[in-house]
């Protein structure tokens, strides 16, 4: 029998086995759920309790950019904001949840299941909240999709669940110690929060950011009623014919900001917009519409990096050579005094890299050599795996992800191909330019807020296979020219991005978007 916490309350291990068990509950001599307010980390005077919740985080679980952002900037804002994350059990979360304890319950509501909360304190202290549902989420592999790569064919039900659990505790009714004045959502599996907290009328503001606007969370209509959707809600949240949960963190959100300032003007116009651009150039109109430039971790350090074979630093570029060859024998490519490109990413249309795969024969040919590493669309590993057969001195490729190696990709690459189609931000140029790999990247969102063409990588207007082809040409003069290519390469190492910029954006937006809540609801009152 574990022992009582401070409030006399006996907390239990969150294990799998422990998920049917019954949660203690805080309520009060009526029964109702009791409201405690406990702010616990150190923070500035006006500092705010937020909730950020995600559909992944990579101290547990990731399938893209999103996860690394999730364990980065809560961590990055906790010396300003009391922050703390949620997100869903999945297996791979309750496996590394260690020592997490079951604090509070999540009632039934239309067809969306109870389930139990816990608790687990990261080894830094970041305390991240898990939704337990053992049939929604403890399964094994990715967040949103089967070993097969299709969509659980209950993803409605599983991200109305996380969406209906955040907004339930921001209404104090999780039988939690701790609620949050601000609930910061992220990307489409948890924006129907916006809309929970509208038709519930808790008085908690929410910032939806955007991560991907590609990716929008699109269910039938008829499902409205089981995800408990108010029928007066509904057309708020029609996207042509079927139930949008990315717009309705659009539509009922207090405040909207996507990750770089680029892609946030690009998503209010037709090109890049996904249908939803009208609604967000309004949103933008009335300010409620921002860009914050990712950062990135600082574990990304040539200088510090234990998975290098040698570390290195600015101008030492025979240590970052050395990684090179280290690449190039892990990827069983001869040895080679040629350029050796990278592609760190996931293979999707997203990323275009059917262009890289049509502008590999000319960088072949020019003495370059292309390593890949990532996973996604089987058409698209396809061709990266036949260009391997086609070029085996030139091209050579890991199907699947790791990070180990995706960093000594990172050092020892001279470029980076990055010709995405669209970019919200994107971290892999990021982490490049940090190893001194200079990005050649299509001109599009975020890429143009990180990479100075000509100075700390290589812009090209146009995502087509020409445009591509040209860039990397001048690629290839800048590498004939080691005077140049050294101050590009130490231009790029030394360029600010770690999260304390963005960190302090985020800061200021949680305490404008809460305070502007708080003022409408001053105004209302005394009117
Ligand atoms: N198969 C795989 N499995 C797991 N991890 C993999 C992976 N392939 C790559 N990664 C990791 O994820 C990173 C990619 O992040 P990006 O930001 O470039 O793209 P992503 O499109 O996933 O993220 C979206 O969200 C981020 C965060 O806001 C935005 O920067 C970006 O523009 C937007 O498209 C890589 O650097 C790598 O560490």
Known sequence: MPAPDSAGRTRRAASAGALRSKSPRLRDAKGRFQRCLVATAPC????HRSLFVTSEMS?????????EVAAALPRALRDRHDVRVLIPGYQAVLERAIGAEVVGRIEAHADLPACEI?????????????LLNAALFARPGSPYVT???VEWDDNALRFATLSYAAAQIAAGAAGLDWTPELLHLND????????YLRWSGTPVPSLLTIHNLAYQGLFPHAMAGALGVPDAARDALDFYGRLSFLQAGIVFADQVNTVSISYAQQITGPELGCGLDELLARRAAAGRLSGIVNGIDPSYDPRTDTHLQVPFSVNQWQGKNVNAQHVRRAFHLPQSRGPLFAVVSRLVHQKGLDLVVDVAPQIAAAGGQIVFVGQGERPIEQSVRALCARYPAHVAAM???????????????DFLLMPSRFEPCGLSQMYAQRFGSLPIAHATG?????????VTGFLFAEPSADALRRCVGRAFRTWRQPTLLSAMRRAAMLTPSGWERAGARYAELYTRTTTTRANA????AVG
Do not use: N
Request: proline content about 6%; hydrophobic content about 45%; glycine content about 16%.
């Open 188 to 195: 489409w599996p948890c924006a129907l929060a916006a809309g």
């Open 521 to 524: 609801t001053r105004m209302r």
């Open 59 to 67: 101290d547990f679980i990731k399938a893209g950019g999103l996860g």
């Open 399 to 413: 199907i699947g992800f790791e990070e180990a190696t995706a960093r000594r990709v990172y050092a020892g690459s």
């Open 118 to 130: 816990a608790l687990v304190h990261q080894p830094d202290g970041l305390p991240v909240y898990i």
């Open 44 to 47: 500035a005077p006006d500092a």
């Open 446 to 454: 975020g890429l143009i807020d990180t990479v100075d063409d000509g």
């Open 147 to 149: 070993a097969e790569g």
